[in-house]
């Protein structure tokens, strides 16, 4: 996970795992009502966030370019980038999980605001909740089969 590739090697990807059954409690306000009990049965449920300011880092993470420099007072463009490369971090760490063995629940059904409130506006104002993901050992008997998924000729095209 840590070495998947991300734009300009930004890597704003911050986790916050909530291990605690305080973590927990103070995260349950902001949960849908679907998501609550799989996030109490969890051990440990990751918070998933993007740091917006993720540029500091590049003259360490991107030496060979004045990189920082190109997102420094353009925010829309920061939020673009921060987004899409914590999403791809976020994808890697669900496969992470499951080549370790665990089980790996992603859920988006949350209020990120509330989350942002509740997590980061003290210590961390810049960063912004993506999505939150269960890590722990699912009972197969309780689970759902599998979903169908589309079929190559549905999603690919040869041009
Ligand atoms: C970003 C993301 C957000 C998700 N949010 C939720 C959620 O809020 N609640 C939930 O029960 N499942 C959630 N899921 C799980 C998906 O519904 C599930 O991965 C998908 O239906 C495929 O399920 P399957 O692997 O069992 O076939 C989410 C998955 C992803 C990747």
Redo the contacts with the bound molecule.
């Keep these: 996970m840590k070495f998947a590739p991300t734009s300009v090697n930004c890597s704003p990807l911050r986790i916050k795992f909530l291990r605690t059954d305080d973590a927990k409690a103070k995260l349950d306000p902001a949960l849908?009502e679907?998501?609550r009990h799989?996030v109490h049965a969890a051990p440990v449920t990751a918070i998933l966030a993007y740091d917006r300011g993720f540029h500091r880092h590049l003259p360490e993470l991107f030496p060979h370019a004045d990189a920082k420099s190109w997102f420094v007072g353009n925010e829309p463009y920061r939020e673009e980038t921060a987004f899409r490369n914590s999403s791809l971090q976020?994808g890697y760490f669900?496969l992470a999980a499951r080549a370790l063995g665990l089980d790996a629940?992603?859920?988006?059904?949350?209020d990120n605001d509330m989350v942002d409130g509740l997590f980061f506006a003290e210590g961390d104002p810049d960063y912004r909740s993506n999505?939150l993901c269960n890590l722990g050992y699912g009972d197969s008997s309780k689970l759902?089969p599998?979903?169908p998924r589309l079929a190559f000729e549905q999603v690919c095209e040869f041009l």
Excluded: D, H
């Design positions: 849908s679907g998501n799989k976020g669900i629940g992603p859920l988006s059904g949350f999505f759902y599998r979903s």
